[in-house]
Antibody
Framework: EVQLVESGGALIQPGGSLRLSCAAS????????MNWVRQAPGKGLEWVSY????????YYADSVRGRFTISRDNAKNSLHLQMNSLKAEDTAVYHC????????????WGQGALVTVSS | DIQMTQSPSSLSASVGDRVTITCQAS??????LSWYQQKPGKAPILLIY???NLEMGVPSRFSGSGSGADFSFTISSLQPEDVATYYC????????FGQGTKLEIK
């Protein structure tokens, strides 16, 4: 059974940093592209970032480029999102989501980690 | 960015009704479109990919159609467990989602 479990969510002050992690199991992690997708409270879904199976190809949404860094450790079946210079508008539940070799649809999602940016 | 316009934003229908949601892209995206169901407090679930392909394990009452810029998602016979918010998503370019359609039972 495919499982994606996020961790690291917290209440953080504006300008602060936070690192989210996603532990993957039930599939060959190194064979899939992975994504972060967020959802602000009461709002819709927003794709944040993608990393290819090998980690060689990375994309970011304009809203986070230059502040967020996606990475993965295929030996540990884990995905990470380093978030710096956090803003109030980054407040959201952050889901990790399995993709495909290319950046296409998302076939499995984790339950998400809540990040609240507030003073 | 490719903008996705979903309609309606909310809809109320009776059990057994045929329900259709539309999604329009701001440019031609071919068939690079997926549909998701999200229940309150839960993660989204993939229902349809490549505009019309049903994800494994998804009930056959769900279907999708369209290509280019105009797409639709249909539930052929609405069931109580279908109460949820539905999203379209394009992946012809960096992914973007529609704003969602909240579906309720009348």
């Amino acid at each position: 059974e495919v499982q994606l479990v996020e961790s690291g969510g917290a209440l953080i002050q504006p300008g602060g940093s936070l690192r989210l992690s996603c532990a993957a199991s039930g599939f060959t992690f190194s064979s899939y592209g992975m994504n972060w997708v967020r959802q602000a409270p009461g709002k819709g879904l927003e794709w944040v970032s993608y990393i290819s199976d090998s980690g060689n190809t990375i994309y970011y949404a304009d809203s986070v480029r230059g502040r967020f860094t996606i990475s993965r450790d295929n030996a540990k079946n884990s995905l990470h999102l380093q978030m710096n210079s956090l803003k109030a508008e980054d407040t959201a539940v952050y889901h990790c989501a399995r993709g495909s070799l290319l950046l296409e649809w998302f076939d499995y999602w984790g339950q998400g980690a809540l990040v609240t940016v507030s003073s | 960015d490719i903008q996705m316009t979903q309609s309606p934003s909310s809809l109320s229908a009776s059990v057994g009704d045929r329900v259709t949601i539309t999604c329009q892209a701001s440019q031609d995206i071919g068939k690079s479109l997926s549909w998701y169901q999200q229940k309150p407090g839960k993660a989204p679930i993939l229902l349809i990919y490549e505009a019309s392909n049903l994800e494994m394990g998804v009930p056959s009452r769900f279907s999708g159609s369209g290509s280019g810029a105009d797409f639709s998602f249909t539930i052929s016979s609405l069931q109580p467990e279908d109460v949820a918010t539905y999203y379209c998503q394009q992946y012809d370019d960096l992914p973007t989602f529609g704003q969602g359609t909240k579906l309720e039972i009348k």
